[in-house]
């Protein structure tokens, strides 16, 4: 008669190697995840604390995860309560989400921030260095006296070339109007009254049109020679940080952006500030705009991120990534020892005294 051999599976085999499983992915994700969460937390803090601060606050929160995870795993598996100490993860995890959440958010969104930010301020700056020089060139008067003169000699022509044709009575009158309207500006603009045209002796019109304009033309350079002198001051101090704001932004190298782009905007307001001051000391009546002091959002400025995320709300995607990022690396171990390890509640049995049959 044949003997049938049957085998039985180990369950103590199998129980070894689920463990030895468990303990290698277990052991992977604490080696890989919180390390990584310590360094993210201190680049996403040494902005906003001290560089000593920020170190001790990462190892901190380090510790602490490595810690509690190791706890909870040891009293689930014994079926021992770990309530008090998942509520205690929630200190590391509230500490490490903030600095987190900066260095993710900061890292994504810096280069198109700062663009958006540069291009802003440039276009204020601008704005502030156009409106001194256009300021400073009205405020010669030179302009308006050319568009007047030009008005009486049109005038003054036609007096002079219809019938009867000649120098008379109304073309003498046109030509006092002329010989005011240089008085005039030159009381109001040069502090003196006095006028000093070529005096006509042939009365053709031709020749008093060459006596104004050679007259308005010698005010002209002169207005112009002092202009000058106040907007090369100007220019010297807008064209040099403009022309680095414009490379920055033409050059559509992000590298090259964040590298260089928070000095130029922070000296574009000191410039602007400048020009601005400047100005009013040409121009009395001048107004500009002021730009605020800038505060770049990058992975080393917390406040700038927050105010960024959850304020003015300039990327949602972004802000839901990072919040989604910054807690899987902190909750995946802890996660994967919930699901991984079910729980079963360790009973304990009391003696209630000796029982009868």
Known sequence: MAINYKTRNNPEKTDDKQ??????????LNFLLVPFSAIATYKGYRGFLDEYLAI????????????????????????????KQSLGFLLPLLIS????????????????????????YKTTFKK????????????TGIIDLETRLKGELKLLKFQMETPPRGYGKEAKKKWEDISQLFSEYNSKFNASSQSSMTKIHIKKYINFEKA???YFNSLKDSKESEVN???????????PVNIVADSLLKSANEAQLKMGGVDIVKKIKSV????GQKAKGFLPTFTYEEVSDYEAVNAKNIKSVLDSAFVRRDNNSATVFSIIISLIIDLATLGFVFLALSYNKERK????GPRSL
Request: proline fraction near 0%; charge should be negative.
């Open 349 to 352: 049995y009391t003696s209630t």
């Open 212 to 214: 104004a304009m050679s």
């Open 56 to 83: 001790v606050l990462a190892t901190a929160t380090g510790l602490l995860f490595f810690g509690l995870n190791y706890i909870i795993m040891e009293r689930r598996k014994k079926g021992e309560s770990h309530l």
């Open 229 to 239: 002198t106040k907007l090369n001051e100007l220019t010297s101090l807008y064209e």
């Open 128 to 139: 502030t260095y156009e409106s001194a020089v256009s300021g400073l060139n009205n405020s």
């Open 272 to 275: 602007n500030d400048d020009i």
């Open 97 to 120: 989400f903030f600095g987190n959440f900066t260095y993710f958010y900061g890292n994504q969104m810096e280069g198109s921030l700062l663009n958006k930010d540069l291009t802003e």
């Open 19 to 28: 463990e030895v499983g468990f303990k290698i992915i277990f052991f992977a």
